[in-house]
């Protein structure tokens, strides 16, 4: 088999840290795709500057030096020999110990499946191995390997959000604090903050690992901006009774499980039929409560924002 050695780096990025990402280099060629982004430097840096990029997925060398291919910007790649002097570099998450099966660069498999997920991005792509036959001069058969691309999913928020998986899909999360001055304030002002800044409504947590996700955002809302001395902090979430004693509420955002994960102080038949909005306090069990849409702060307490959920910069 004409391969070239194979050239695996290690990817120190702490964002992956249960597996490892490292380059395999073969010998090859890019067919098809959109916008690479050319590189200035050698090969090697080239192949570093890829694990370091998010969304690097595949680097092409050329005559002028090197390409970065972007996750949806590589359809088709072609497997060449020693003779075409051209490389191409596979980003792909592989055990600490090097496959036995050396037909790099997915090693005996046919498809498989890298995906990548971090505070702001989420991504699944797969690559497949294609091969055909063609007849040579001669009337010899001659075998012919390509890989595909192929984009699962992509997701990414802006720098305020965070990326949640729901059963509706992926969706992006903010949580948002009021701004100076009026650093406490009622149920009204949430919809007006959620709409700002690529926002699009209130949201509240589709299950309860989402919930505490909530919480830990909390906590660093107000550990950088606490807006006051307050020893309590509420953040008002989607959902408003639909009559006073009911225990149903409508809801601004479709893509949650609406109440279902909102693990109340006080179920909603038992708190005060007119308190009809919904507020949540970080840091605490049981800590989504049914209170007046009027609650703005006192002496120990201030309703600090909202989660809103948010548009994502880039998706498929």
């Given at each position: 088999m004409n391969?070239?050695?194979?050239?695996?780096?290690?990817?120190?990025?702490?964002?992956?840290?249960?597996?490892?990402?490292?380059?395999?280099?073969?010998?090859?060629?890019?067919?098809?795709?959109?916008?690479?982004?050319?590189?200035?430097?050698?090969?090697n840096d080239c192949l570093r500057k890829c694990l370091d990029e998010e969304t690097c997925v595949l680097t092409g060398q050329t005559a002028e030096g090197c390409q970065l291919y972007r996750i949806g910007n590589v359809t088709l790649v072609t497997k060449t020999d020693a003779t075409s002097g051209t490389r191409l570099g596979f980003k792909r998450t592989l055990p600490t110990k090097c496959p036995t099966n050396n037909n790099a660069p997915l090693f005996g498999e046919t498809n498989v499946?890298?995906?990548y997920s971090s505070e702001t991005m989420m991504y699944q792509y797969s690559i497949r191995e294609l091969h055909y036959w063609e007849s040579s001069v001669s009337g010899d058969p001659i075998e012919h390997v390509k890989w595909q691309f192929?984009?699962?999913?992509?997701?990414?928020?802006?720098?305020?959000?965070?990326?949640?998986?729901?059963?509706?899909?992926?969706?992006?999360?903010?949580?948002?604090?009021?701004?100076?001055?009026s650093f406490c304030q009622n149920r009204a002002a949430a919809p007006g903050l959620c709409s700002t800044n690529g926002g699009i409504s209130l949201?509240?947590?589709?299950?309860?690992?989402?919930?505490?996700?909530?919480?830990?955002?909390?906590?660093?809302?107000?550990?950088?901006?606490?807006?006051?001395?307050?020893?309590?902090?509420?953040?008002?979430?989607?959902?408003?009774?639909?009559?006073e004693g009911s225990v149903k509420y409508s809801m601004d955002d479709p893509t949650h499980s609406g109440t279902t994960a909102y693990d109340w102080d006080k179920r909603p038949e038992n708190a005060e039929s007119n308190f009809m909005c919904v507020c949540m306090t970080p840091g605490s069990s049981r800590n989504f409560f049914a209170h007046s849409c009027g609650l703005t702060f006192n002496e120990e307490y201030c309703v600090r924002?909202?989660?809103c959920r948010t548009k994502p910069v880039l998706s498929s």
């Open positions: 391969l070239l050695s194979l050239l695996i780096l290690p990817f120190l990025s702490p964002i992956q840290s249960s597996s490892d990402i490292r380059m395999v280099i073969v010998w090859g060629k890019v067919e098809s795709s959109n916008t690479p982004v050319p590189f200035a430097g050698t090969w499946s890298e995906t192929s984009v699962g999913y992509f997701i990414q928020c802006q720098n305020d959000s965070f990326v949640v998986v729901r059963e509706s899909g992926r969706c992006c999360v903010s949580v948002r604090p009021f701004p100076s001055p949201t509240g947590p589709a299950d309860r690992a989402e919930a505490l996700l909530y919480s830990e955002k909390y906590q660093q809302v107000i550990k950088n901006q606490p807006g006051g001395t307050y020893t309590i902090y509420h953040f008002w979430l989607d959902g408003y009774r639909t009559a924002g909202a989660v």
